[in-house]
């Protein structure tokens, strides 16, 4: 994945961000806590693929949540405001709505001119997996996990620390992994192929060591 021009983030904020909303953001420090609703209208997101909107979605904290809707991408990735950060956790509740080949929710950690990591779960899958992206995907770890059922909602959350890297789904801890490759970046949120999916409740909490 290129690195995004300034002029190509803008046209494609343009583009969806009168639609899209951003939940209350804590201020008390530039490193505290962000909780993201999709409740109130927000600056900031960045979307690298796919097609974002925010959408009316059962089950969803204010009745609204973000989805994906794009089906010919092989990943579609939107970055959250806020970061860079080193050291952090995350969390999200996600509902893969649909999808014949993939139908698939994840986060996106120490993104980073187009290099990341990214934990995801499929609910056509019954795996739970750890990959880096650097013009294209590469598996670190898989582990073994019942698939998470279409059209419900999940948790996913993160944890990075150093090269120490964590996933819990549903609040089961999974992945306990140690890369050192990326050591810094953004947040976000990611889908594969044909996953129609939406994401609620999304939390970034910077690890402070001070």
Request: hydrophobic share 40%.
């Given at each position: 994945?290129?690195?995004?021009?300034?002029?190509?983030?803008?046209?494609?904020?343009?583009?969806?961000?009168?639609?899209?909303?951003?939940?209350?953001?804590?201020?008390?420090?530039?490193?505290?806590?962000?909780?993201?609703?999709?409740?109130?209208?927000?600056?900031?997101?960045?979307?690298?693929?796919?097609?974002?909107?925010?959408?009316?979605?059962?089950?969803?904290?204010?009745?609204?949540?973000?989805?994906?809707?794009?089906?010919?991408?092989?990943?579609?990735?939107?970055?959250?405001?806020?970061?860079p950060?080193?050291?952090?956790?995350?969390?999200?509740?996600?509902?893969?709505?649909?999808?014949?080949?993939?139908?698939?929710?994840?986060?996106?950690?120490?993104?980073s001119?187009?290099?990341?990591?990214?934990?995801?779960?499929?609910a056509?899958?019954?795996?739970?997996?750890?990959?880096?992206?650097?013009s294209?995907?590469?598996?670190?770890?898989?582990?073994?996990v019942?698939?998470?059922?279409?059209?419900?909602?999940?948790?996913?959350?993160?944890?990075?620390e150093?090269?120490?890297?964590?996933g819990?789904?549903?609040?089961?801890?999974?992945?306990?992994?140690?890369?050192?490759?990326?050591?810094?970046?953004?947040?976000?949120?990611?889908?594969?192929?044909?996953?129609?999916?939406?994401?609620?409740?999304?939390?970034?909490?910077?690890?402070?060591?001070?």
């Open positions: 994945m290129d690195k995004i021009s300034r002029r190509q983030l803008m046209t494609t904020a343009a583009a969806i961000g009168g639609s899209m909303i951003f939940a209350g953001r804590q201020t008390k420090a530039a490193d505290s806590e962000m909780r993201f609703d999709f409740t109130r209208a927000f600056g900031g997101w960045e979307t690298v693929t796919g097609q974002w909107a925010i959408e009316d979605v059962a089950g969803a904290s204010s009745g609204k949540a973000l989805v994906q809707r794009a089906t010919n991408n092989a990943f579609n990735v939107i970055i959250a405001p806020g970061g950060f080193a050291d952090v956790n995350v969390s999200v509740r996600f509902k893969p709505i649909s999808g014949i080949k993939d139908a698939a929710g994840g986060i996106v950690f120490r993104f001119e187009g290099r990341y990591y990214v934990i995801r779960a499929n056509l899958e019954d795996n739970f997996n750890l990959y880096y992206y650097d294209s995907r590469h598996k670190i770890l898989e582990t073994r019942k698939a998470p059922a279409l059209g419900q909602w999940h948790k996913l959350r993160i944890s990075a150093g090269d120490r890297l964590r819990w789904l549903n609040e089961q801890q999974l992945i306990d992994h140690r890369d050192d490759r990326f050591k810094s970046g953004r947040v976000g949120l990611w889908t594969k192929a044909d996953s129609i999916t939406a994401f609620d409740d999304l939390v970034v909490s910077p690890i402070d060591h001070g």
